[in-house]
């Protein structure tokens, strides 16, 4: 089994991710929307689903949603993790966007993606 050291997002720093062991990227077929607070901010037909988290290509995010933040969590088998802060249509939800910038071997799969926090509803 693999553990990562901290949940997907910091507000939940104190649970543990664990997979079930199996470190596999499934691809997705056909479109796939994220959207947030009513507005589609990432739209791709090249998505990834890894430990139930669809991973957008970051090209196909929208940048004027993204905000940069200091916020780092580190998997075990994925790597350090970085964050963006959404902002649109005068909401904004910390630390909302995650992604891996140098992921580990095992972790290829999310290079170059970003994945999104629950509130953020993804359409697979």
Request: hydrophobic share 35%; proline share 5%.
């Amino acid at each position: 089994m693999s553990e990562c050291t901290t949940a997907f997002h910091p507000r939940e720093a104190n649970k543990s991710h664990i997979s079930d062991g199996a470190r596999t990227a499934r691809y997705v077929r056909g479109m796939s929307k994220a959207i947030w607070n009513d507005e589609i901010i990432a739209e791709s037909d090249d998505t990834v689903v890894v430990e139930g988290n669809v991973y957008f290509p970051r090209s196909s995010v929208r940048e004027d949603v993204l905000r940069p933040s200091d916020t780092h969590t580190v998997c075990l088998w994925k790597g350090k993790a970085s964050y963006y802060t959404l902002e649109a249509g005068g909401h904004v939800s910390e630390d909302a966007v995650w992604y891996y910038p140098e992921p580990k071997p095992d972790a290829k799969a999310v290079r170059d993606r970003v994945a999104f926090r629950k509130d953020v509803k993804v359409e697979a």
